[in-house]
């Protein structure tokens, strides 16, 4: 059976990004094999978790040392997870705040570090879509770094731990189209 995380990182249950993910697992579900899929989905602004302290702890104990939170819950998820779609509206160019700091909450069960600080990924196999919302209309969404930087960091975090990013999928210039 394929366990698929979904995280949807917008606060719009309904939105751009929440439908492009919906539609993008649809599709993975229909090609599994005949054991089927196990789909678990997360809107990051339902979970209750605190702000990372920097302390560093997570990197040694390969788990966040902060008390029980949906931050933890979500870290199972992830190590039982064989493929996650994470997806995010652009903010700044970047990922919005909520999952920033979700993913900031999981570095440890994320990645591992060798002796000589070298990240170790932990996800080594699994697989990972990426999908983006953006107002800026295209190419200029990618040219002043709006969707692009939103992906890169998505990027980072999810192939410094392990995972093969197999889609990108993104949504430019939304406020003129009413998504």
Same mark, same amino acid.
């Given at each position: 059976? #394929?366990?698929?995380?979904?995280?949807?990182?917008?606060?719009?249950?309904?939105?751009?990004?929440?439908?492009? #993910?919906?539609? $993008?697992? !649809?599709?993975?579900?229909?090609?599994?094999? +005949?054991?089927?899929?196990?789909?678990?989905? $997360?809107?990051?602004?339902? #979970?209750?978790?605190d702000f990372c302290k920097?302390?560093?702890?997570?990197?040694?104990?390969?788990?966040?040392?902060?008390?029980?939170?949906?931050?933890?819950?979500?870290?199972e998820e992830i190590k @039982? %997870?064989?493929?996650?779609?994470?997806?995010? /509206?652009?903010?700044?160019?970047?990922?919005?705040? *909520?999952? @920033?700091?979700?993913?900031?909450?999981?570095?440890?069960? #994320?990645?591992? !570090?060798?002796?000589?600080?070298? /990240?170790?990924?932990?996800? @080594?196999?699994? *697989? +990972?879509?990426?999908?983006?919302?953006?107002?800026? /209309?295209? /190419?200029?969404?990618?040219? %002043?770094?709006?969707?692009?930087? +939103?992906?890169?960091?998505?990027? $980072?975090?999810?192939?410094?731990?392990?995972?093969?990013?197999? *889609?990108?999928?993104?949504?430019?210039?939304? @406020?003129?189209?009413?998504?």
């Open positions: 059976m #394929l366990n698929i995380l979904v995280l949807n990182g917008s606060p719009r249950k309904n939105g751009n990004v929440a439908r492009t #993910l919906r539609r $993008e697992v !649809e599709k993975q579900t229909g090609k599994a094999d +005949a054991d089927g899929c196990q789909v678990i989905w $997360e809107d990051i602004y339902d #979970l209750k978790f920097g302390c560093m702890a997570c990197r040694s104990k390969s788990d966040c040392i902060l008390p029980r939170d949906d931050a933890h819950k979500i870290a @039982k %997870c064989d493929m996650i779609f994470a997806g995010t /509206p652009v903010y700044w160019g970047n990922m919005n705040g *909520k999952l @920033k700091s979700l993913f900031d909450r999981l570095v440890g069960i #994320l990645m591992a !570090e060798s002796k000589l600080g070298i /990240p170790l990924p932990l996800h @080594k196999g699994k *697989k +990972a879509v990426i999908v983006t919302s953006c107002t800026t /209309p295209f /190419p200029f969404n990618y040219l %002043c770094g709006q969707s692009s930087g +939103a992906v890169r960091a998505l990027k $980072e975090i999810l192939k410094s731990s392990g995972f093969k990013v197999v *889609k990108k999928v993104n949504i430019s210039n939304t @406020k003129k189209s009413g998504r």
